[in-house]
Nanobody, 127 residues
């Protein structure tokens, strides 16, 4: 029902910035809350940020507050993650995801609440 394709990953120096994009297909995109997760080698998948389907309500992991910004453009069926002041330990594969339900009024950091996932984009932060 929903397909997600991430882009924008790459190699960046510590302290630098990257902007990730996630383009979605499916007519229900604008009614779903969206999230970003990341997974480093040998680590569990970690919540990064989420954005409610309507309005500007957001949620962030404590470790990225003040540095990362999630946003969306429903007209383009795209969600973004602006990452500033990147740290070496944030090297990971970054995934975007769409929440299971339609029009939910809450945000979730639980990956089990998300039904649709992109293939991921590699972000490597050099030290």
């Amino acid at each position: 029902q929903v397909q997600l394709v991430e882009s924008g990953g790459g190699l960046v120096q510590a302290g630098g910035s990257l902007r990730l994009s996630c383009e979605a297909s499916g007519r229900t995109f604008s009614s779903r809350s969206m999230g970003w997760f990341r997974q480093a080698p040998g680590k569990e998948r970690e919540f990064v940020a989420a954005l409610r389907w309507s309005g500007g309500t957001t949620s962030y992991a404590e470790s990225v507050k003040g540095r990362f910004t999630i946003s969306r453009d429903n007209a383009k069926n795209t969600v973004y993650l602006q990452m500033n002041s990147l740290k070496h330990e944030e090297t990971a594969v970054y995934y975007c995801a769409a929440m299971r339900g339609i029009g939910k009024l809450y945000l979730s950091s639980d990956p089990d609440e998300y039904d649709y996932w992109g293939q991921g984009t590699q972000v490597t932060v050099s030290s």
